[in-house]
């Protein structure tokens, strides 16, 4: 029995409540002036509203064009110029907002040129390592 309770402050057309706010076997119990009121979120519907943004995006999606969204810095390079990489494998770690962030390949390839350095400072969407195609390497 997952349970969590907390009081809250809300506004509804600038008349403001005093509401009370339980989480109680998967469901919302609302309190509202002494009113109890359940409310249930159908997470069918959510699922695949959200896209999860995928932190190798750089340049066009699925492009071996690596960058990283935020600002931050280089913490670690796993991976040296040459090396095959697999899509989804961590390339390199980036530290942003005192948290260490993974950023992976976008495709299956070669490491081809990579563009920083450990302990660099870089700013968001500037190119950080380009990765060639191993489909088109091979042609």
Do not use: H
Not at 30 to 59: C, F, H, P, T
Not at 126 to 134: A, C, G, R, T, Y
């Amino acid at each position: 029995m997952t349970s969590l309770s907390e009081k809250r402050k809300v506004s509804v057309n600038g008349i403001e409540y005093q509401v009370g706010i339980q989480f109680d076997d998967g469901k919302w119990e609302v309190s509202i002036d002494g009113n109890l009121y359940e409310v249930e979120i159908d997470q069918a519907s959510r699922r695949g509203q959200r896209k999860k943004r995928d932190s190798s995006r750089g340049g066009r999606p699925s492009s071996g064009l690596i960058s990283s969204a935020i600002p931050g810095k280089i913490v670690s390079i796993l991976v040296s110029e040459g090396d095959k990489v697999d899509s989804g494998s961590v390339v390199i770690v980036l530290e942003a907002m005192k948290m260490q962030n993974e950023i992976k390949a976008g495709i299956d390839g070669k490491v081809e040129k990579i563009m920083c350095e450990p302990g660099e400072r870089i700013e968001a969407n500037v190119p950080l390592m380009e990765i060639v195609d191993s489909k088109k390497e091979d042609e």
